[in-house]
């Protein structure tokens, strides 16, 4: 899509257009508000494993229950973080803003609510599953084999939706965040298919079992959230600044990087193990590659809020978009960084791969995914948000519990790492190297859950229809000039 076709969707809109705005707003308000408020259930949910598996591996006597060991309670964090939350709040959001760029009311949206209490019930029955004993070792997959159709049938249902849609929009050009969502749409399937498929059925064992486990996850990580995520800050960022998106050039580019070089990505976390070296090798190389898709989103961000970054104090959803923005070239950078032998041989099999999976799924999708949901809430519900003060706690909570997590995790990781390298002593002082660190992931966890509380009831009050119906929106610092308080309210408050 070309800057001038992206310009026109930036001008005064019609009459007509914003009556057609409230329609398909009105026509995606169930599915999308359900997909919401069930992935911030599952949020909540998963902080609290959160706590109860980072608290258990400093005191595994802690609540005194056997099947909330570490070794259940971290996978079912991890995996109801990953299928109860992001996932969920994605899809709310793809469907949404499918609908909006193609200009199509969403039909028969009982069948994507039927699909998706489908989706809650296999990743309700797969966090059981683990916490039961019944889970796999496989990273990501941890879920019980049974599950696994359930979730694919239900995914399927949903972007079944998402591709008539697509198919019935209006004629013109196709958006780059349609691009990002058609993309993500398509790879989970196969990704999650082929692995399911291996490991479940075949039963691959051995060395396909690890090598397949790293390959699905290092793609659910950059053909599915980075995707979703991205597609949502190139509709949230222009809508918000007011202007069009600084290159199409580096948009184009980033999105055909990505998708040509994350499929390779994956065996890096095997090196030194019992694999071919050159699998390692490719796949490291291509995640430092994968380097320069990053530095053109991070660019083309930029330069797009460039001269507006007032705009990111006073709007919520721009200010949780770009710092999920700066979450991504975060995660990006640290792969590749740890993708090297020399910074595996003190990073292998320590807490840096769980910093790496926390950065990608808190501080850069599930910050997307709030903006987002700021960003959308107000315009399917018909009334602002309550409380800013709310909203400035849930996303300052968030910013400094995850930078937090990221912290801690990479220097309790390379600390660990460290002491498994000394040959002189056992494993038991490795661990101790580590302990303090542990301790600041409970509290940033325990941020976490305060914050994600506040948001779920802010969420629920939404949905309740309790927010404001008129006036000037909170969504804004109680002192901003008028002048500002306008531009905000123009460029965030409901179009419709």
Request: aromatic share 14%.
């Amino acid at each position: 899509m070309s800057q001038e076709d992206q310009s026109a969707l930036l001008v005064e809109v019609t009459p007509e257009e914003i009556l057609q705005r409230a329609a398909i707003d009105r026509s995606t308000r169930l599915p999308v508000l359900f997909f919401f408020t069930s992935a911030a259930a599952w949020l909540l949910i998963s902080t609290i494993l959160g706590i109860i598996s980072s608290t258990k591996q400093l005191a595994p006597g802690f609540l005194g229950i056997d099947w909330l060991n570490y070794g259940r309670s971290q996978p079912a964090f991890l995996n109801a973080l990953l299928y109860g939350w992001a996932f969920q709040a994605g899809l709310g959001v793809m469907i949404w803003m499918m609908a909006r760029l193609c200009r199509t009311e969403l039909k028969n949206p009982i069948t994507l609510v039927v699909a998706g209490h489908f989706w809650n019930a296999g990743v309700a029955a797969g966090v059981l599953g683990i916490l039961g004993g019944y889970g796999t070792a496989m990273k990501w997959l941890e879920f019980p084999p049974m599950v696994w159709p359930i979730l694919l049938v239900s995914y399927s249902l949903i972007v079944v939706w998402l591709v008539v849609m697509f198919s019935a929009r209006r004629k013109g050009s196709v958006f780059i965040t349609q691009w990002y969502i058609l993309a993500a749409c398509f790879s989970f399937p196969w990704i999650y298919l082929t692995a399911n498929l291996i490991l479940n059925v075949f039963k691959g064992t051995g060395v396909a079992g690890p090598a397949i486990a790293s390959w699905y996850a290092s793609n659910v990580l950059f053909l599915w959230l980075v995707p979703v995520g991205l597609g949502s800050a190139y509709f949230i960022i222009p809508k918000i600044v007011g202007k069009p998106i600084h290159s199409y050039q580096f948009a184009s580019l980033a999105f055909w990087g990505l998708i040509a070089l994350a499929p390779w990505t994956g065996a890096q976390e095997l090196i030194g193990g019992p694999i071919p070296a050159w699998m390692p090798a490719i796949s490291g190389a291509a995640q430092v590659l994968l380097l320069i898709p990053v530095i053109a989103v991070t660019f083309n961000h930029y330069l797009t809020v460039k001269g507006s970054h007032k705009l990111v104090e006073l709007s919520p959803s721009l200010r949780f978009t770009f710092f999920g923005s700066i979450g991504y070239a975060v995660t990006s950078v640290s792969a590749a960084v740890l993708s090297s032998m020399v910074m595996a041989r003190y990073t292998a099999f320590t807490y840096v791969t769980d910093a790496v999976a926390i950065t990608g799924i808190y501080m850069f999708f599930s910050m997307t995914m709030f903006g987002a949901i700021y960003f959308i809430v107000p315009r399917i519900t018909g009334c602002e948000w309550i409380s800013g003060g709310r909203i400035r706690f849930h996303f300052w909570g968030s910013a400094y519990a995850c930078i937090t997590l990221a912290v801690v995790l990479l220097a309790g990781g390379f600390s660990h790492g460290a002491g498994t390298e000394n040959w002189d002593t056992d494993m038991q002082d490795a661990n101790v190297f580590s302990a303090g660190y542990l301790v600041g992931r409970i509290l940033a966890w325990v941020f976490l859950a305060a914050a994600n509380a506040v948001f779920l009831h802010h969420l629920a009050l939404m949905v309740a229809n309790a927010g404001r119906k008129a006036g000037a929106p909170t969504l804004i610092y109680p002192h901003a000039p008028y002048d500002e308080a306008e531009l905000v309210i123009t460029t965030e408050g409901a179009e419709a």
